[in-house]
């Protein structure tokens, strides 16, 4: 007897659509040499937040630990890279965390099967630009990795769709918190910077460097640990969460 497809399955549609909300990232500007990596991304979690976070990371990290550094004091441009490297190593800390756990479940269910998507994955070669850059891209690794174990506890009724939606949610909100911070950190810088311009153009107007440094990077802090991006996630009503990653202590000594 002939094969009969009686379920239609993605053919690409899916990545096209990911694709085309990509955010939109200039790098004409970039000379830098960047590292080829070759990445598949499988899960709908994984791809998206690849998507549409890692290069504006990269472009906001160019910005910190290149332009930035050229101008302003270089103590506080590595305090700055140190507050986001931890945050990198916390919430690498909790996926490898959520991944142990979930094999250990596998094992102990008796699961020997891991659910699989029917939708195509998503290969590329991602140009690496830095060391945090590489370590942001392990993390939506890894994250993409937990995803099908999570779905595979769901579907064996080992734990609940609401527990797994608040660990996806708090695990999703500390890799969100990498990608806000370095933007909100350039962006303070940034600001730094064109006090200093404005005080080299109009010295009696300007803000002097103290006050200029303090309001940047104060207003790079704030807006790291403010409102996120995107539709807001459950909240942690049930079932195993991730807490709220604190503001590393480097953070707090940059601002003073």
């Known amino acids: 007897m002939a ?3 009686i379920v239609k399955v993605d053919q ?3 990545n096209a659509r990911i694709l085309a909300r990509e955010a939109k990232v200039d790098f004409r500007r970039v000379e830098a ?3 080829k990596i070759a990445t598949r991304f499988s899960s709908a979690e994984g791809k998206r937040m690849f998507v549409r976070m890692f290069n504006t990371l990269q472009l906001n990290m160019h910005f910190i630990s290149v332009i ?3 101008r302003l004091d270089h103590d506080d441009i590595g305090r700055i890279e140190t507050a986001l490297r931890g945050r990198i190593d916390a919430a ?3 996926l490898n965390e959520a991944i142990d756990g979930a094999e250990a479940l596998f094992k102990a269910h008796g699961i020997t099967s891991l659910a699989s998507y ?3 994955p998503l290969d590329v070669d991602v ?3 830095s060391s945090i850059s590489r370590r942001f891209l392990e993390v939506l690794v890894k994250l993409d990795q937990l995803m099908p174990l999570l779905q595979t506890l769901e579907i064996h009724e080992v734990v609940s769709a609401q527990a797994v939606d608040t660990q996806r949610a708090g695990l999703k909100r500390q890799v969100r918190d990498i990608a806000n911070g370095a933007r909100s950190f350039a962006t303070g810088l940034r600001r730094r910077m064109n006090a200093l311009d404005a005080r080299a153009t109009s010295p009696d107007d300007a803000e002097g460097p103290d006050d200029a440094h303090g309001a940047a990077i104060g207003e790079a802090v704030d807006s790291t640990t403010g409102a996120q991006d995107g539709p807001a996630d459950p909240p942690p009503s049930a079932g195993r969460d991730v807490e709220p990653l604190p503001a590393p202590a480097t953070v707090a000594a940059v601002a003073e």
Do not use: C, I, Q, Y
């Open 3 to 5: 094969n009969v497809e």
């Open 12 to 14: 690409g549609g899916a």
């Open 33 to 35: 040499a960047s590292l």
């Open 68 to 70: 930035a550094r050229t």
């Open 92 to 94: 690498t800390a909790s």
């Open 118 to 120: 029917d939708t195509v």
């Open 127 to 129: 140009r690496v630009l």
